[in-house]
T-cell receptor
Framework: GAVVSQHPSWVICKSGTSVKIECRSL??????MFWYRQFPKQSLMLMAT?????????EQGVEKDKFLINHASLTLSTLTVTSAHPEDSSFYIC?????????FGPGTRLTVL | AQSVTQPDIHITVSEGASLELRCNYS??????LFWYVQSPGQGLQLLLK??????LVQGIKGFEAEFKRSQSSFNLRKPSVHWSDAAEYFC????????????FGKGTRLSVIA
């Protein structure tokens, strides 16, 4: 089946720094990828839809200047958490769909100190 | 608007007992339905999916789910639960388009006791 990878799998950073998370579709091309955020013991919350070659579409309440998304190729989307703060600590998961299936990356655990 | 309801937040079953996790959806078109499992600190693993055809679908790890259009349900079942099945289970619905995200339920946490 289709594979989606994420890097890094976990990251710890200081408050005020920026963190970049990469999401790659390894064996298929994804014109659209999705970024989710998951707080402990909660469900996945869609943050934004990443479109190859164009601007991302953000869900209501998600700051686009805070969470920068770039989808420069058909296999790579990046999420940059800018000026991270402790409240940004969360589990970030990317997803891509192929043939209507939904494939998810393994997630990135971000901890901001 | 599309939505997924998983009525049970937490379920505890004995090892070897049968399991049914409920999922109800609201969707304007023909839904594509999914069940995922997530272990603590891990990503999502696809258990099974329904697109069309036979309404009883088989998945990995001995799981199956039945699509009932009249009840807008897609309940997940397993005849005999193993301790390793303890995890969080998410039901999701989506369109038959790769450009739309999946919508998730809030999840059901499964605990397995000896």
């Amino acid at each position: 089946g289709a594979v989606v990878s994420q890097h890094p799998s976990w990251v710890i950073c200081k408050s005020g720094t920026s963190v970049k998370i990469e999401c790659r579709s390894l064996d298929f091309q994804a014109t659209t990828m999705f970024w989710y955020r998951q707080f402990p013991k909660q469900s996945l919350m869609l943050m934004a839809t990443s479109n190859e070659g164009s601007k991302a579409t953000y869900e209501q309440g998600v700051e686009k200047d805070k969470f920068l998304i770039n989808h420069a190729s058909l296999t790579l989307s990046t999420l940059t958490v800018t000026s991270a703060h402790p409240e940004d600590s969360s589990f970030y998961i990317c997803s891509a769909r192929e043939n209507s299936g939904g494939f998810f990356g393994p997630g990135t655990r971000l901890t901001v100190l | 608007a599309q939505s997924v309801t998983q009525p049970d937040i937490h379920i505890t079953v004995s090892e070897g007992a049968s399991l049914e996790l409920r999922c109800n959806y609201s969707y304007g078109a023909t839904p594509y339905l999914f069940w995922y499992v997530q272990s603590p600190g891990q990503g999502l693993q696809l258990l099974l999916k329904y697109f069309s055809g036979d309404t009883l679908v088989q998945g990995i790890k001995g799981f199956e789910a039945e699509f009932k259009r009249s009840q807008s349900s897609f309940n997940l079942r397993k005849p005999s639960v193993h301790w390793s099945d303890a995890a969080e289970y998410f039901c999701a619905v989506g369109a038959n388009s790769g450009n739309t995200p999946l919508v998730f339920g809030k999840g059901t946490r499964l605990s397995v006791i000896a």
